[in-house]
Structure formats: C-alpha cells, structure tokens
C-alpha cells in the first residue's frame, strides 16, 4: 500500500468510529447517549435539554454556570450569561454584568467544585494554560 492510500484508510477507520457512536430517534422520541472515558471518568448524556457532566458532578448547564456567576463577589451583579462551553473541570461563560448604560460584557472561566461551578481567575487560568485546549480560545481569547 502507499502513503496516500493508508492515509484514506485511516480517514475510512476513522468516520466509521465516529459514526457507530451516532443514533438518531424515530418519531420524535428522545435519544439518550453516554460517552464513557478511561482516563478521567467523564459521562456526557445528551437529552432533550443537553447536559453535560463533568468528572466532579458539576452539571454544564447554563442555570448552574449563572449560578456560580451570581454568587461570586469578584464578577459584579451578572444579569444573564448568554454563551458557554465546557470541557473536563472547566468552564467559559459570556456573561452580562451591570444593569442599564452601565453593563458591559465580559468573559469569565469556571472550575468546577464537587457538584456545582466557582468563578475562577481568568488571567491565571489562561497564561498558565489550566484551560483545556477545547474550550481555551473561546475562554482566553477574547475580553
């Protein structure tokens, strides 16, 4: 065989991995998938509302990222938070802080803590590179 041709072989493998873990849900009924990972235990379960959880038990949801957002002293009054990602023990959020002309939009990072999310510092998490590489540029790049 040449390069070329192992090369396609690989690709073939490969979408054939990534397809046998799609279903799709006849009639409109919901599916329900679980992704299992050796190293560390992570389950993702994919509903009619996506929720992903995390290794800790910390659920990516945008009610509990809001949450933890509202409670921490070190972002402001957070209104709403109208973007999100998470990946591992980690989360970003776009949030809005402030009420009326003096509201602003920010980016904030989340650790996730036993079952729920805590504010994290951004600038720490971002140059020592805590943020996994999933979510970093939407967590890291942008103010």
Known sequence: MT??????????LIGAALLAGCSSSPNGQSA???????????????TAATTTTVATGASCTQSAILAAAKSSASTGPVN???????SGTWAYANVNVGSGSASYDAVIVLQAQGSGW???????ACSSHLVPSAIYTQACSSS
Request: net charge neutral; with cysteine.
């Open 80 to 86: 709403s938070v109208y973007n999100f990602g998470c």
């Open 32 to 46: 329900n998938t679980t992704t299992t990972s050796t190293a560390p235990a992570t389950s993702t379960t994919t």
């Open 118 to 124: 805590a504010v994290g510092d951004r600038g720490n």
């Open 3 to 12: 390069r070329a041709t192992d090369g396609g072989v690989i690709a073939v």
